[in-house]
Every structure is written in structure tokens, then in C-alpha cells.
């Protein structure tokens, strides 16, 4: 369960304070944002390839915006995130 809410909050904090510029956007608050889908990503080795790769299928999708709702995994994470536009 440590382990789970480590990379959680390394998540976390990496998406705050490693913003890039990109179409798609990750976002704390959905204020007034629709939800128009889920994605999911597998096999990455860290936290900031996992939100690199949601943010890349983000802008594939034509989000304006996404949320990153689920980062677990030990030697492999999985990645779940919401589209929203």
C-alpha cells in the first residue's frame, strides 16, 4: 500500500511542477471541462513516462484537457487518466 500512495503523490507532484506546453492539459479541477473519454497506458518504467505517455494519447484524442486518476505498478506502471474538453 506505501508503494502505491508513493507513486501516487510522485505523480502527483511531478505533473505539477513539470508542466509542458501541449494541446492537451492536465488538470486538478475539472471546472465546467465535459468528460468525452478514459485512456490508459502499460509497461512504463516511471511516473513521468506514464504522464508523458496519457499526455501524448490526450492530444491524439483531441482533449483539451486531461486528469491522471490512477498511477500503480512495481517493476511495469499502469496509467489511467480522464479526456475531458
Not at 33 to 61: F, P
Request: proline share 0%; hydrophobic share 40%.
Amino acid at each position: 500500500m506505501n508503494i502505491i500512495k508513493t507513486v501516487f503523490f510522485s505523480a502527483l507532484f511531478l505533473c505539477i511542477f513539470s508542466y509542458r506546453c501541449s494541446a492537451s492539459t492536465e488538470v486538478k479541477i475539472d471546472n465546467g471541462h465535459s468528460v468525452i473519454g478514459y485512456i490508459s497506458v502499460d509497461g512504463k518504467t516511471t511516473v513521468d513516462d506514464v504522464s508523458t505517455a496519457l499526455r501524448q494519447k490526450a492530444q491524439a484524442a483531441h482533449a483539451t484537457a486531461f486528469r491522471i486518476t490512477h498511477i500503480s505498478g512495481n517493476n511495469q506502471l499502469h496509467g489511467n487518466a480522464i479526456l475531458l474538453k
